[in-house]
């Protein structure tokens, strides 16, 4: 089956610095890779995705890459601000459903 | 964008009784719907699938005598906790997809506490 990793688990930086998240997967018939910001309590939000038919898409901020060849993706944050602190996870597509990796807390520190 | 409602936000239930979460996709239909649960500071695992129509596909592990799963209708899938025990005290979303192959959009969650 499919199997996604993420590091780091945790992840603090400085405000105004970039974050990078980074997930690998194993199943090479994969081709839809999403990523979910949830903060406490709350349900996981769909921040930014990525087909692999497209190696890069940003939007604003935040970025991800997709290297199929490797199995790897990788969220990005630049200018990162205090209410970005939050658990990300990626997450890969199998079959009808999806696996999610393991998740990030990222701390953003003022 | 695709609403994805999910009640109660919490319930508090004693030992032994049974509690019914129900998931509605709002603005368009859902074939298949997908139950978790999270623990604190873990990820999102999958309990099962829902597919309207018909059986609900369980993971490995979660007992389906224990978590009724019935998708009677495109909007609507329910999970019901049976006998309910302290050890199934969690956070339990609900998700589903307005097409395949595109994003899951996820209830707001329900947090159990059995007492």
């Known amino acids: 089956g499919e199997n996604v990793e993420q590091h780091p688990s945790t992840l603090s930086v400085q405000e105004g610095d970039s974050a990078v998240i980074k997930c690998t997967y194993s199943?090479?018939?994969?081709?839809?890779f999403p990523w979910y910001k949830q903060e406490l309590g709350k349900r996981p939000q769909l921040i930014i995705d990525?087909?692999?038919?497209?190696g890069e898409k940003k939007d604003q901020r935040i970025a991800v890459t997709l290297n199929k060849t490797a199995k790897h993706f990788s969220l990005h944050i630049t200018e990162t601000q205090p209410e970005d602190s939050a658990v990300y996870f990626c997450a890969a597509d199998y079959g009808q459903n999806f696996v999610f990796g393991p998740g990030t807390r990222l701390s953003v520190l003022p | 964008g695709a609403v994805v409602s999910q009640h109660p936000s919490w319930v508090i239930c004693k030992s032994g009784t049974s509690v019914k979460i129900e998931c509605r996709s709002l603005?368009?239909?859902?074939?298949?719907m997908f139950w978790y649960r999270q623990f604190p500071k873990q990820s999102l695992m999958l309990m099962a699938t829902?597919?309207?129509?018909?059986?609900?596909?369980?993971e490995q592990g979660v007992e389906k005598d224990k978590f009724l799963i019935n998708h009677a209708s495109l909007t609507l899938s329910t999970l019901t906790v049976t006998s309910a025990h302290p050890e199934d005290s969690s956070f339990y979303i609900c998700?589903?997809?307005?097409?395949?192959?595109?994003?899951?959009?996820f209830g707001n969650g329900t947090r159990l506490t059995v007492t």
């Open positions: 603005d368009f239909q859902a074939t298949t």
């Open positions: 829902s597919n309207e129509g018909s059986k609900a596909t369980y």
């Open positions: 998700s589903a997809a307005d097409r395949g192959n595109s994003p899951l959009h």
């Open positions: 990525i087909r692999s038919n497209v």
């Open positions: 199943d090479s018939a994969s081709n839809y």
